[in-house]
């Protein structure tokens, strides 16, 4: 429950709760995702999930990804 005098508060140092989203992510456990995306990065499937997860999850200014700060997220 939301106290709504501590909502209407001017002390800034207590927030309002956030709305959020609940994402599942789904990881593929099979053998392909060992393999290499090609002779030039020499970066697995894996690889890539891990990295592309953080950036959205995190954020990321270079590629306009803001995160995902309010969101419950769970993987499979």
């Not at 956030?18 to 099979?30: F, K, N, P, T």
């Not at 499937?45 to 959205?56: M, P």
């Amino acid at each position: 429950l939301i106290d709504r005098h501590r909502e209407n508060s001017s002390d800034e140092s207590v927030k309002s709760p956030a709305e959020g989203i609940a994402i599942y992510l789904v990881l593929d456990q099979s053998g392909s995702m060992a393999e290499e995306l090609s002779s030039i990065t020499r970066q697995t499937k894996v690889e890539l999930l891990k990295q592309v997860t953080k950036q959205f999850i995190a954020g990321d200014p270079n590629t306009g990804l803001q995160g995902r700060p309010n969101d419950l997220i769970g993987l499979i």
